[in-house]
C-alpha cells in the first residue's frame, strides 16, 4: 500500500473501505492490511453463517483455550454473571453520572462511567484493595482498548505487565482457596470456575483482562459513539427526541465497535471468482453491511427513527453474527442503552469538538470530544390561592 494511499485510510478509514468496495469489480476486495473483504451483502452473510468456514476456534479467545466447548462455557458464565448485576448497574448509573461532573471528555469517559459501574462485579469488594486499584489504573490509562495514539498505547501497555503479574498472583491464591460459594463472587471466579483446571494461572490472567476490556472498553466506547453521533446529529438546545434504544441501535449501525469480522480461509478454494489458499483472511465488514443501500432505506442517514419503523431495517451485526455472535451481545445492548438514558435524563447535552471520522486501531474509536451536561431546572408549581405569603 502506498504512502499516499495508507493517508487517505487514517484520513477516513470508513470512507475509505466504502470506496474501495463501490470500485471493485467482483465481490471481494483488498484490504490495506493485505486481508481480503466480501464486498457484498448475501455473500458476506453467507461467510458469516457457513458452518464449515467458521468450524474450530474462536479468534477472539485466541488460542488460550483447549476447545470452542470451553470457549463456549467460558463466554457465557460471563455473561450470566454479568446479567445477574443488571440491577446493580442501573441503580449505580445515576451517580456515576453525576460524578463526571458538567464537563467531561470523551471517549475516554465511556470506560469510566462503565467501570464504576461494574467494579464490583468485575472483582467484589473484599478482594485486595491494591488489586482494584490497579483496575482502575488500567481504565485511566486506556488499557480497555488498543490506542490509536503511540503515547496513549506506549503509556497502557506499561501498565499491563504489572496488571497481569498481580491477577495471576491473586487467581493462584483463589485456586489454592478451593471452590468457595456455589455462585461466582466476581467475573474472576466465573473465569476461574469455567476454565479447565489444568489451565496455568497466567493464562487464566490473560482471559480476565480480555474479558476485563471487552466489559468496560467496548460498552463505554459504544456510549460515546451514541453521545457523539446524537449530538452532532441535533441542534444544540432541544432535548434530544429519541428514545435510547432507537438511538443506541443506530449509533451501533453507523460506528459498529466491531467493524471488520476476519477469519483465516480453512482450505484451498474459490470465492467471488478468485482463489483464495488455505489460511488466508477473508472478512466480512458488518459496517458495510449496515450501509447497503439495497437493504436498508437511506444508509448515508443518522435515523435513530428508523428503529420504530416497521420493515425498516436491513442486516444488524453490531455483535458479529452467525456461530461466533458475541454471547454478551443482549447484555451488552441492554448496558449501553442504560448509560445513555441516564446521561440524557433530567439534563441537557451538548457536544463540542465532535468528528465523526473514526479512529481505528482494531475497533472503531471516537475521537476526542467534550459532553457539556445541563441539569434541567425542576418547574416549581405556581402558588394557588391561599399560598401567598406562606
Not at 165 to 173: F, G, L
Request: net charge positive; charged share 20%.
Amino acid at each position: 500500500m502506498s504512502v499516499r494511499e495508507m493517508r487517505r485510510f487514517r484520513r477516513d478509514p470508513l470512507g475509505y473501505i466504502e470506496d474501495r468496495a463501490r470500485r471493485s469489480p467482483a465481490e471481494v476486495f483488498r484490504l490495506p492490511w493485505g486481508a481480503w473483504c466480501v464486498r457484498d451483502t448475501e455473500p458476506a452473510l453467507t461467510v458469516l453463517h457457513d458452518p464449515v468456514f467458521h468450524g474450530g476456534m474462536s479468534t477472539f479467545f485466541g488460542d488460550m483455550l483447549p476447545s470452542r466447548a470451553a470457549q463456549l462455557t467460558l463466554g457465557r458464565a460471563v455473561r450470566n454473571l454479568v446479567r445477574t448485576h443488571s440491577p446493580a448497574y442501573r441503580q449505580r448509573l445515576a451517580e456515576a453520572a453525576a460524578g463526571l461532573g458538567p464537563v467531561s471528555r470523551w471517549p475516554q469517559a465511556g470506560p469510566t462511567l462503565v467501570y464504576r459501574c461494574t467494579a464490583d462485579v468485575l472483582l467484589h469488594p473484599d478482594a485486595p484493595p491494591e488489586l482494584r486499584r490497579r483496575l482502575a489504573q488500567a481504565v485511566t490509562a486506556g488499557l480497555t482498548a488498543r490506542q490509536p495514539g503511540m503515547r496513549e498505547r506506549a503509556r497502557a501497555e506499561v501498565l499491563r505487565p504489572r496488571l497481569l503479574a498481580a491477577i495471576t498472583e491473586h487467581v493462584r491464591d483463589r485456586r489454592a482457596e478451593g471452590p468457595g460459594a456455589s455462585e461466582p463472587r466476581d467475573v474472576l471466579d466465573a473465569v476461574i470456575g469455567a476454565c479447565p483446571a489444568e489451565l496455568p494461572d497466567g493464562t487464566v490472567a490473560n482471559l480476565y483482562v480480555l474479558l476485563f476490556q471487552s466489559i468496560v472498553g467496548n460498552i463505554g466506547y459504544a456510549v460515546a459513539w451514541a453521545l457523539l453521533l446524537a449530538g452532532v446529529h441535533h441542534p444544540s438546545g432541544p432535548p434530544w427526541p429519541w428514545p435510547a434504544d432507537g438511538l443506541v441501535r443506530e449509533a451501533g449501525r453507523c460506528r459498529p465497535f466491531v467493524w471488520m469480522v476476519g477469519r483465516p480461509v480453512p482450505h484451498a478454494l474459490e470465492f467471488g471468482g478468485l482463489p483464495f489458499a488455505a489460511g488466508t483472511i477473508l472478512s466480512v465488514s458488518p459496517y458495510l453491511l449496515h450501509h447497503d443501500p439495497h437493504r436498508w432505506d437511506r444508509p448515508e442517514l443518522f435515523r435513530p427513527d428508523r428503529w420504530s419503523e416497521p420493515g425498516g431495517q436491513g442486516p444488524y451485526l453490531p455483535f458479529s453474527a452467525g456461530p461466533f455472535t458475541c454471547a454478551g451481545a443482549a447484555v451488552a445492548h441492554t448496558f449501553i442503552t442504560d448509560a445513555v438514558a441516564a446521561l440524557a435524563q433530567d439534563a441537557r447535552l451538548t457536544i463540542s469538538g465532535g468528528d465523526t471520522r473514526p479512529l481505528i486501531s482494531g475497533s472503531v474509536l471516537p475521537r476526542p470530544f467534550t459532553v457539556h451536561r445541563t441539569l434541567k431546572t425542576p418547574v416549581r408549581p405556581a402558588p394557588t390561592q391561599g399560598d401567598e405569603g406562606r
